[in-house]
């Protein structure tokens, strides 16, 4: 069966501060994957989604960058935080080309002070 | 402009009833459209889905109805149980994009 993991679970951090992001796909082969973002309250917002290793499209621009160094892992970062990156993030994947099923990860909480 | 739309935005039902979700959109290429459920700290979870060729998709007690003419969906909760209140969002897909489009949710409640 496919696990899906975000670390941290939580984190606060200091505005300007740099910030990285992890999610690791288990049991599935070369997963479609994304990064979302959810404001308290709110709704899902992509930010990034990735169909190989090496590659990354940005969907929303939002001082942040994505990476996918391993098939089975999606990176998160920035170098400067702003207050308005607090939120939850939230990782997915999909196994087909499209994109339509997509399951989502525990996610993370970030506060940033 | 929010391409899904949801309403209402929370809505309370007694243990038991049937509570109504629904949901419009505006592209007529979304053609594939899943309902999420969230419970507060938690990742959405999928719930029920329906792609844009059929009217009506059953799971249990989870049913989407669809009209496509309206561009309109609901999701009906039968029997609705205190463990179902939580936070569903209705979104869309069009065909090969992986762009999913989320609406602002309806937070549900049921009563005991």
């Known amino acids: 069966a496919q696990t899906i993991h975000q670390w941290p679970v939580a984190e606060i951090k200091a505005v300007g501060s740099p910030l990285s992001l992890g999610c690791t796909i288990k049991?599935?082969?070369?997963?479609?994957l994304y990064w979302y973002w959810q404001a308290t309250g709110g709704t899902l917002q992509q930010l990034f989604y990735?169909?190989?290793?090496?590659?990354v499209e940005s969907v929303v621009q939002l001082n942040l960058s994505a990476s996918r160094p391993k098939d089975d892992q999606f990176i998160l970062s920035t170098e400067k935080l702003l207050l308005s990156h607090s939120g939850f993030y939230l990782c997915?994947?999909?196994?087909?080309?499209?994109?339509?099923?997509?399951?989502f990860g525990p996610g993370t909480r970030l506060t940033v002070l | 402009q929010q391409q899904v739309r949801q309403s209402p935005q929370s809505l309370t039902v007694w243990e038991g009833e049937t509570a109504i979700l629904n949901c419009s959109y505006e592209?007529?290429?979304?053609?594939?459209f899943p309902w999420y459920q969230q419970f507060p700290g938690e990742g959405p979870a999928l719930l029920i889905s329906?792609?844009?060729?059929?009217d009506k998709k059953e799971d249990g007690r989870f049913t989407i109805f669809f009209n496509k003419r309206e561009k309109k969906l609901s999701l009906h909760i039968t029997d609705s149980q205190p463990g179902d209140s939580a936070t569903y969002f209705c979104?869309?897909?069009?065909?090969?994009?992986?762009?999913?489009?989320f609406g602002l949710g309806t937070t549900l409640q049921v009563q005991p």
């Open positions: 990735s169909i190989t290793v090496g590659q």
């Open positions: 592209d007529s290429t979304f053609n594939y």
């Open positions: 979104a869309a897909i069009t065909g090969n994009t992986g762009k999913l489009i």
């Open positions: 049991g599935k082969s070369s997963p479609n």
């Open positions: 997915a994947w999909s196994l087909d080309w499209g994109g339509a099923e997509q399951y």
């Open positions: 329906i792609r844009s060729v059929s």
